[in-house]
């Protein structure tokens, strides 16, 4: 019931700062990784997706589903929008 009531946040990806993301990516991924022995490649390939996430995260903001920018359809017009769907079925 609390997951109706409180719905998780989900990143908007419309509104995510692509340069703060590639920027933290550049800061958090080291340039010189010496990966010529398994380990350190496997180090490396198992931290990069939360590297990712975390710098995602960091360059989008949290929205919830009701924070809808549109202003809501008054009902009139809903009635109108549905009548005109049905009208065009038939």
């Known amino acids: 019931m609390s997951f109706i009531l409180n719905p998780p946040d989900h990143p908007n990806f419309r509104r995510t700062n692509w340069a703060n993301f590639q920027a933290r990516l550049e800061d958090e991924i080291p ?3 010496d990966l010529h022995n398994g380990v350190a490649t496997d180090t490396s390939v198992e931290n990069l997706p939360s590297t990712v996430m975390k710098a995602l995260a960091a360059s989008t903001p949290k929205s919830h589903p009701h924070d809808d920018p549109r202003s809501p359809i008054p009902a009139g ?3 109108v929008i549905l009548l005109k769907n049905r009208l065009r079925k038939q």
């Open 31 to 33: 340039i010189n990784l």
């Open 77 to 79: 017009i809903q009635d």
